[in-house]
């Protein structure tokens, strides 16, 4: 494979990234602004960020956009709808998928696509869920499905090694943004007339996590590529290798950043804990452990 992104991906991730630093939140207080989150809803829904599958993104155009939009604490829907673009292509209304019997990124979605074995439902978003993370939403699916169909093996296995690969580059995107704050804190954090940056103690937990998160970039770039470029059962199997290390990976880099915080970053108003709480929840969706990279494909 060639690791290297092509000019049309680097313009991409680039607009993606824009897009977060203009519109995500900027502090925990930001996710209450309805005003801010509207205009982030517009721009992403004009921007068709929501159809890359059906405009034929491959996997590492779609990980790209997922990395950036986690980064930048995006607020609004992308990941559900994007899986679900990619099973059922450009279909009317506002789609999401679930998991586990729950809409997953649900706001502003009407509609959800259920996988049962290979069969594929669809049933209405029902009422709002309780969950950890405070950038995206989660809700009931009711009991009433309607059959759509049936995907064949190769089909449930490609677009599960692709969901497994986005949801591992939304754990990348929160560790970079968790590892940027806690830079951008120590450059600025004063002690002993010393920024705390100057200390080796600080700089060592920091430069550990950058290295965390350069073996996160690698194992993620091979399976976003194999998404598209490898058999169905092999592309799976490097999202699951990718998912088990990144997401381990990640919540060693929040916990970092919340002890370079200091006291500040055990409380509310610190948005270390907003980027740990995505990397928990995103950890569990299409939850991978150590012994299953191995296990049956399906």
């Not at 602004?33 to 509207?38: I, L, P, T």
């Not at 979605?109 to 074995?117: G, Q, T």
């Not at 976003?224 to 381990?248: C, F, G, H, N, Q």
Request: aromatic share 6%; proline share 2%; glycine share 8%.
């Amino acid at each position: 494979m060639d690791v290297r992104l092509t000019s049309e991906q680097r313009q991409l991730r680039d607009a993606a990234a824009r897009l977060a630093d203009d519109l995500g939140p900027g502090s925990v207080a930001d996710l209450d602004d309805a005003n801010r989150r509207e205009r982030l809803e517009k721009a992403v829904d004009v921007a068709g960020w929501r159809s890359l599958r059906s405009d034929g993104a491959s996997g590492v155009e779609v990980a790209l956009v997922a990395e950036e939009f986690a980064r930048g604490l995006v607020d609004v829907a992308f990941l559900g709808p994007v899986l679900a673009d990619d099973l059922r292509g450009a279909a009317e209304g506002r789609w999401t998928i679930g998991v586990d019997g729950r809409a997953v990124d649900a706001a502003g979605r009407d509609r959800v696509l259920l996988l049962d074995d290979r069969q594929l439902y669809a049933a209405e978003v029902g009422a709002r869920l309780s969950g950890a993370d405070l950038t995206r939403t989660a809700a009931d699916t009711g009991s009433a499905r309607e059959l759509l169909g049936e995907l064949s093996p190769e089909q449930l296995v490609q677009w599960r090694a692709l969901a497994v690969t986005t949801t591992t580059a939304d754990l990348l995107g929160a560790a970079r943004g968790t590892h940027r704050l806690a830079v951008d804190y120590a450059k600025v954090r004063a002690q002993y007339g010393h920024p705390i940056g100057t200390y080796q103690a600080v700089a060592h937990l920091l430069a550990e996590s950058l290295a965390l998160i350069e073996g996160s970039i690698s194992v993620l770039r091979y399976a976003a590529w194999s998404v598209d470029e490898l058999a169905p059962a092999e592309a799976l199997r490097a999202a699951r290798i990718a998912k088990v290390y990144t997401a381990r990976a990640a919540r060693t880099v929040c916990e970092t950043s919340i002890q370079v915080h200091g006291g500040i970053g055990n409380t509310w108003e610190c948005l270390a804990h907003v980027y740990l709480r995505r990397v928990l929840t995103s950890t569990e969706l299409f939850a991978t452990r150590l012994e299953d990279i191995d296990r049956g494909l399906s």
